[in-house]
């Protein structure tokens, strides 16, 4: 007698497509939040309600390791995260800077070389006040 392996037929499966919803400017006024750090700048885009409709960053434009950090990655971010935008409906931008790395500048200009016209440009960076406690003096 020989022994017949039982074969499980799978059932057919349907493929279902799935549409991604598109995301629209609610209107054409947008704010960018950078945020440069030592490592990377980080850029998104978002309405006034507070949805993002886009971002980008040097890692997404396709630098990596310490090419992120660098200005030239910060403007294609720059304008990677603005032509999205106005691919949605944005057309003025009000910026708010982050951080201290070397993309703070740069950003802007790739911002406002995709197209989005800049109506205020301010910095929200953090400063300690008072700092830490100094060192004890040592012993004679």
Do not use: W
Not at 31 to 54: F, Q
């Amino acid at each position: 007698m020989a022994t017949a392996k039982a074969t499980k037929i799978k059932p057919a499966t349907k493929k279902v497509e799935v549409k991604k919803k598109k995301k629209i400017a609610s209107s054409p006024k947008v704010k960018v939040m950078i945020h440069a750090s030592y490592n990377n700048t980080i850029i998104s885009i978002a309405d006034y309600t507070g949805n993002v409709v886009a971002s980008s960053s040097g890692g997404v434009v396709g630098f990596t390791g310490t090419r992120k950090s660098t200005a030239y990655a910060a403007t294609k971010a720059g304008q990677d995260a603005a032509a999205k935008a106005v691919k949605v409906g944005a057309l003025e931008a009000v910026v708010i800077v982050k951080g201290i790395g070397e993309g703070r500048n740069a950003a802007v200009k790739g911002i406002r070389a995709a197209g989005l016209k800049i109506t205020s440009l301010s910095d929200h960076t953090s400063v300690p006040h008072g700092g830490v406690k100094p060192r004890k003096k040592p012993k004679k």
